[in-house]
């Protein structure tokens, strides 16, 4: 059965200061790995998708990087309005194409 | 681009109501989700689609059903609404697996 862990479940950052958020996944083979960021009040709003170990994608102040058993989002001198909930989602290879999500970092950033 | 649409954005059911919750995109994705949301729990999985005519269980489907006769259109239904089921709903849709899904804004339900 396909799994997703996320770490810390909350990360409070000052302002600038770097970090990495943790996506540990379980698949039958990895048809892609997905990163969101959700806002208070509304939907998830898609970030990357990541196919295969050794992949990174970069956005802004934001870069995810994929191994064969997890994915880090890296966020670089934060600023407040990325204060948010990150999640991480996986497609397996199985037919029944179910997209299955972790359960998220809260990430804070403090002024 | 109005992209995922979800109604209505709030609903307060009694228990044992039944209830319709529409989901429509306008991206002509063939994927479409539906996920409901509740705190410190993350999106759970409640029925998907791959294309209009199919449909499949996902990770907590008892007490709701699906349909999706075109690849627009994908309500979610409610029958005989309980206190379980107080929760916000997401819909989402892909142009195919292995792509980020996009999401509704969602529709926050209470069933007193």
């Known amino acids: 059965e396909d799994q997703v862990t996320q770490s810390p479940e909350a990360l409070r950052l000052q302002e600038g200061e770097s970090s990495s958020l943790n996506c540990s996944y379980t698949?039958?083979?990895?048809?892609?790995l997905f990163w969101y960021r959700q806002d208070p009040g509304k939907g998830p709003e898609f970030l990357f998708t990541?196919?295969?170990a050794g992949e990174e994608k970069e956005k802004e102040r934001l870069k995810a990087t994929l191994t064969k058993k997890e994915s880090f989002l890296h966020i670089t001198a934060p600023k407040p309005e990325d204060s948010a909930t990150y999640l991480c989602?996986?497609?397996?290879?199985?037919?029944?194409?179910?997209?299955?999500f972790g359960k998220g970092t809260r990430l804070h950033i403090l002024p | 681009n109005a992209g995922v649409t979800q109604t209505p954005k709030f609903r307060i059911l009694k228990i044992g109501q039944s209830m319709t919750l529409q989901c429509t995109q306008d991206?002509?994705?063939?994927?479409m989700y539906w996920y409901r949301q509740d705190p410190g729990m993350g999106l759970k999985l409640i029925y998907y689609?791959?294309?209009?005519?199919?449909?499949d269980k996902g990770e907590v489907p008892n007490g709701y059903n699906v349909s999706r006769s075109t690849t627009e259109d994908f309500p979610l239904r409610l029958e005989l609404a309980a206190p379980s089921q107080t929760s916000v709903y997401f819909c989402?849709?892909?142009?195919?697996?292995?792509?980020?899904?996009?999401f509704g804004q969602g529709t926050r339900l209470t069933v007193v």
């Open positions: 989402a849709s892909s142009y195919s697996g292995g792509r980020g899904a996009f």
């Open positions: 698949v039958s083979g990895l048809r892609g």
């Open positions: 990541l196919y295969s």
């Open positions: 989602a996986v497609q397996g290879m199985n037919r029944d194409d179910k997209i299955i």
């Open positions: 991206m002509n994705h063939n994927y």
């Open positions: 689609s791959v294309g209009a005519g199919i449909t």
